[in-house]
């Protein structure tokens, strides 16, 4: 079973969501996810949405598609995945230390 990644494109910003989603799914597919969308309008905050769909991963067109905070909350649940620049952010982990 392949895991999940999540699409995400900031609708209200992009000036080609039609071209985002086809570059989003191809990398899905490159980095092999199987990818889900977002209900539209979303009422959830992204990071619940992520969790809710029981996500691996995040797939933005770009990284300016969220803020800095949004990135921060995504980041303690799931990676993040960019089109354009290609980049990826992995989770954070965190060691607990012995004392």
């Known amino acids: ?50 969790r809710n769909a029981g996500a691996d991963a995040v797939i933005l067109p770009a990284p300016d598609q969220i803020s800095a905070f949004e990135l921060d909350r995504l980041l303690h649940s799931a990676d993040i995945e960019t089109v354009f620049p290609r980049m990826s952010f992995a989770r954070w982990s965190f060691a607990r230390g012995t004392q």
Do not use: C, F, T
């Open 1 to 50: 079973m392949k895991p999940v990644a999540l699409g995400w494109i900031d609708y209200d910003n992009s000036a080609a969501p039609q071209w985002e989603a086809a570059q989003i799914h191809q990398l899905a597919r490159r980095l092999g996810y199987r990818l889900v969308w977002p209900e539209r309008p979303a009422l959830l905050p992204l990071a619940d949405q992520v």
